[in-house]
């Protein structure tokens, strides 16, 4: 059974950059696409983007030009880069497994999240 | 970026109900529309995948059908453990978007 558990700081300054990691366990990072999504508080949900495991990514042109996504299979990780936060990209932030087949695509699992604060 | 419009944005019934969301969107996405369950506090949960296809372990008595632009996901008659915020997604084009949401509540 294939899990994923996010980690990094909860709470991170304005103007710095953001980084977490998704450890994916019970399977291999090697045979999926994996997606950060994002949730402010008490709002809907954002894609943020994602990453194939042969390394090439995909990202949300709202947030194309601060994010950067990375994948180490060696420790079965994948990791989210957000430079230059404000008090905007204060979110709970989730990472999924992007399953995609012929016919379909869809985020079949997903971490628990964490919750991200920025502020001073 | 497509649209996902929700309808409605909130929605009260009683159990044994039959519920009923609807969502739009802007521009044709075939069947690539995904349906989710999120409860307070949780990581949402994959219900429907491809319009109409029911995840594994997943009650039967949540179903999705539609293409095109216009979707339905039906909760058959309505659980308490189904209080939750639902949504819709679609994966026909980057980036993929949601709909804004559905709460579903008891009355």
């Known amino acids: 059974q294939v899990q994923l558990q996010e980690s990094g700081p909860g709470l991170v300054k304005p103007s710095e950059t953001l980084s977490l990691t998704c450890t994916v366990s019970g399977g291999s990072i090697s045979s999926s696409y994996w997606s950060w999504i994002r949730q402010p508080p008490g709002k809907g949900l954002e894609w943020i983007g994602n990453?194939?495991?042969?390394?090439?990514?995909n990202y949300n042109p709202s947030l194309k030009s601060r994010v950067t996504i990375s994948l180490d299979t060696s420790k079965n990780q994948f990791s989210l880069n957000l430079s230059a936060v404000t008090a905007a990209d204060t979110a709970v932030y989730y990472c999924a497994r992007d399953s995609v087949s012929a016919t379909s695509d869809a985020f079949d699992i997903w971490g628990q999240g964490t919750m991200v604060t920025v502020s001073s | 970026d497509i649209q996902m419009t929700q309808s409605p944005s909130s929605l009260s019934a009683s159990v044994g109900d039959r519920v009923t969301i609807t969502c739009q969107a802007s521009?044709?996405?075939?069947?690539?529309l995904n349906w989710f369950q999120q409860k307070p506090g949780k990581a949402p949960n994959l219900l429907i995948y491809g319009a109409s296809n029911l995840e594994t372990g997943v009650p039967s008595r949540f179903s999705g059908s539609g293409s095109g632009t216009d979707f339905t996901f039906t909760i058959s008659s309505l659980q308490p453990e189904d209080i939750a915020t639902y949504y819709c997604q679609q994966s026909h084009n980057l980036p993929y978007t949601f709909g804004q949401g559905t709460k579903l509540e008891i009355k």
């Open positions: 990453i194939y495991y042969s390394q090439s990514t």
């Open positions: 521009q044709d996405i075939n069947n690539y």
